[in-house]
């Protein structure tokens, strides 16, 4: 079965070393997707164990494509009543790209008409009442070549079910595990978001570090296919809390000025079972400091319209201070605002650019020295006191 991952811009990176992690390779990427091969039980696995991906889609067809009648009978020739009853709600999801056709809307037309007259020679219905559950049909046309595909995991994969609260603008749960997963952290080392918001990065972080499927407890649409396997996810969970690292953790740390937000953030970390992984303060970043080494700040530090150009000058000034302090820490933060890295300081060792919140964003990566060979960073103690000898009243009020 020929499967694709949706990646944001700017992650596919993260989702190919994710997938070559799991042992599926060194998987192709074309269009924001990536390519891989598997059957039910890796539909299962990916969409249970996927941090980066936004999605699992199940390929059907590819074929040209130049004219509306072409996209019709390459449609209606696909086993649409594996997959569907007459009363399954199909939806269109479509993007049409440098090719003949490019009405997407029009496009979907065509290709929901096929499905359903080809439902209607099958299975012998006369009418469609839509009321059952969800078929997403997911088809790109580009240069006049047709991929048509469905959509197995239903809601995105960003959807893990621990954030139910907002604050601000917070970051997508995939965005925020690319980031984590392309910067220095690894599970042991000292870590600290000092913007932490409603707690997405620390969080990330920590399912990172327990090695906790993101996709536990959550259903996909593919489960209630007519051609797929009944048991897949339960046996794809249980493998995964397998693997699950259930022993005391260095904890991680995360601070906001707003106790507002820890108070959620906090909230979020306990409905994702990693509360006791995170040590959450409610204090400005510009008191943060710590006598741990070879540790790592991976933040998404305000840039929005809430701050003007002058107050976030400063803030961006201040926070590269904060990380000139910690001389062999290494930093990694995203953010849209045209001024951070000068404001910020220094010569980052990488840019890669990310869309978050639809927003053009730029990730920039400071690295700091390397631990010599077999130097073992401390069990976080360090941190833990500083912390609380710098905000022994303010936290979480």
């Not at 499967?3 to 993260?14: R, V």
């Not at 019709?72 to 009363?87: D, I, N, Q, R």
Request: glycine content about 8%; hydrophobic content about 40%.
């Amino acid at each position: 079965m020929q499967l694709s991952i949706p990646a944001a811009a700017g992650t596919e990176a993260s989702v190919k070393r994710e997938l070559k992690r799991m042992g599926y390779g060194d998987c192709p990427a074309l269009q924001g997707r990536v390519a891989v091969e598997g059957d039910w039980a890796d539909i299962a696995r990916l969409n249970v164990c996927l941090r980066t991906g936004e999605r699992v889609l199940l390929t059907l067809a590819r074929f040209p494509a130049p004219t509306f009648d072409a996209l019709y009978e390459g449609v209606f020739a696909l086993p649409w009543e594996e997959f569907c009853t007459p009363h399954t709600r199909i939806l269109m999801d479509g993007k049409c790209r440098e090719s003949a056709l490019m009405a997407v809307k029009a496009a979907g037309g065509v290709v929901k008409k096929a499905v359903i007259e080809r439902l209607r020679q099958k299975l012998g219905a006369r009418t469609f009442d839509e009321r059952g559950e969800r078929l997403v049909v997911d088809f790109e046309i580009f240069r006049d070549e047709a991929v048509i595909s469905v959509d197995t995991s239903g809601d995105g994969l960003h959807k893990r079910g621990y954030r139910v609260k907002t604050y601000d603008a917070p970051l997508r749960e995939t965005a925020a595990a690319s980031i984590v997963e392309s910067s220095f952290f690894h599970a042991g080392k000292p870590f600290a978001d000092l913007f932490c918001g409603s707690g997405t990065i620390p969080i990330e972080a920590a399912l990172y570090m327990r090695r906790i499927a993101p996709g536990k407890g959550r259903a996909f649409d593919f489960e209630r296919w007519k051609c797929a396997p009944a048991g897949l996810v339960k046996e794809a969970c249980a493998a995964a809390e397998a693997e699950e690292v259930k022993g005391e953790l260095p904890p991680l740390f995360a601070c906001d000025i707003a106790p507002k937000a820890v108070e959620i953030a906090r909230f979020h970390a306990a409905r994702a079972g990693v509360a006791r992984d995170i040590r959450f303060a409610a204090a400005d970043m510009r008191a943060f400091s710590s006598k741990e080494r070879y540790g790592v700040i991976v933040s998404n530090p305000p840039y929005g319209e809430r701050l003007h150009e002058k107050d976030l000058t400063g803030l961006y000034r201040d926070f590269g201070k904060t990380f000139r302090a910690l001389p062999d820490w290494s930093c990694v933060f995203l953010s849209a605002y045209a001024g951070a890295e000068r404001a910020f300081g220094g010569h980052p060792s990488k840019k890669r650019r990310l869309s978050n919140a639809r927003l053009a964003c730029t990730l920039y990566t400071y690295e700091g020295k390397k631990p010599p060979p077999l130097c073992k960073s401390g069990d976080g103690s360090e941190v833990i006191v500083n912390f609380q000898k710098e905000f022994p009243k303010r936290v979480d009020k």
